[in-house]
């Protein structure tokens, strides 16, 4: 009698082949994807649904019957959306800017130098990071008012050129570097900022792309400080001068939906452009691959 061995899977039956847990992750996935991707498509559908289409009907209808641009031009129309589009790009490159230089600098001194205060410095990092942005608003106005820059794009900037989480970041992306690169850059003879500039920072330059993603993304959106700084329409910011798409007594969602896909386009640019060093910050923890 023959006995036939059964025929081994190929390597394609076995991805094929869908496990519970497979399962049960794709649904989490999936749920996320539409929590995290659902009010910007809708958003989105809004902004392309024209004058006489209903905006809220059951179930949702997400593409357009008759889609159009006009609510594009009129946002533009309405508001000079260059004019705050440059004032928004000139805070966040301040903000981009102070944030990879100033953090970048601290981080490396809190985890690679040895000096008095070093943990307290730390501890005062973590700190800051507990304290809730709005109970500081008061002491943060009196400090540019004091400074005479109220009502200017620096004083917008000011508060966010370093922010704690991006030092606490670049602290922990130097802390994770082999010290050998450190002990033989010693060796040789090279001082602290050769082996900050030299070594260092090449070393980390993922992680230095999520901390100017963090601080770009932060800084565009920032509504509340910037209206409580600036009072000249000239120096509005994108997202106040969005504001004034709404009327006192009637607002079109349309126009708003418009306005919000225009405000997160440069967004969306700039990730695309740091993508790939964002995610190589992620999963390489601050070490060159």
């Not at 399962?23 to 902004?47: D, E, H, I, T």
């Not at 005062?124 to 400074?147: D, G, K, N």
Request: charged fraction near 15%.
């Amino acid at each position: 009698m023959v006995r036939v061995c059964p025929r081994p899977r190929t390597a394609a039956a076995r991805r094929r082949r869908v496990t519970p847990g497979s399962a049960a992750r794709y649904l989490v996935l999936l749920l996320m994807a539409v929590l995290l991707a659902g009010p910007l498509v809708w958003q989105l559908s809004l902004s392309l649904k024209g004058a006489g289409e209903p905006l809220y009907t059951q179930p949702p209808k997400l593409i357009p019957e008759h889609p159009t641009f006009d609510h594009f031009a009129t946002v533009l129309d309405r508001i000079p959306v260059p004019r705050y589009l440059l004032n928004s790009l000139a805070v966040a490159a301040m903000a981009v800017v102070g944030n990879v230089v100033g953090a970048t600098c601290a981080g490396y001194a809190l985890g690679k130098l040895r000096f008095r205060g070093r943990g307290v410095a730390t501890a005062i990092c973590v700190a800051a990071l507990l304290v809730p942005s709005e109970t500081v608003l008061i002491a943060q106005f009196l400090t540019v008012r004091a400074t005479g820059l109220v009502n200017t794009l620096f004083g917008v900037a000011l508060p966010t050129l370093v922010a704690a989480l991006n030092v606490l970041l670049m602290r922990n992306a130097f802390r994770n570097l082999p010290g050998e690169l450190e002990e033989a850059a010693i060796v040789d003879g090279a001082n602290a900022w050769q082996r900050f500039i030299r070594i260092s920072v090449p070393q980390v330059k993922g992680v230095i792309a999520v901390v100017a993603i963090f601080a770009f993304v932060g800084s565009w959106n920032d509504f509340l400080w910037p209206l409580i700084v600036l009072s000249d329409e000239q120096n509005y910011t994108l997202t106040v001068g969005l504001n004034r798409l709404r009327g006192t007594f009637y607002e079109d969602p349309r126009l708003i939906a418009a306005g919000t896909i225009i405000a997160l386009a440069p967004i969306v640019a700039f990730f695309a452009v740091l993508q790939r060093y964002f995610f190589r910050g992620l999963e390489a923890g601050g070490l060159k691959g």
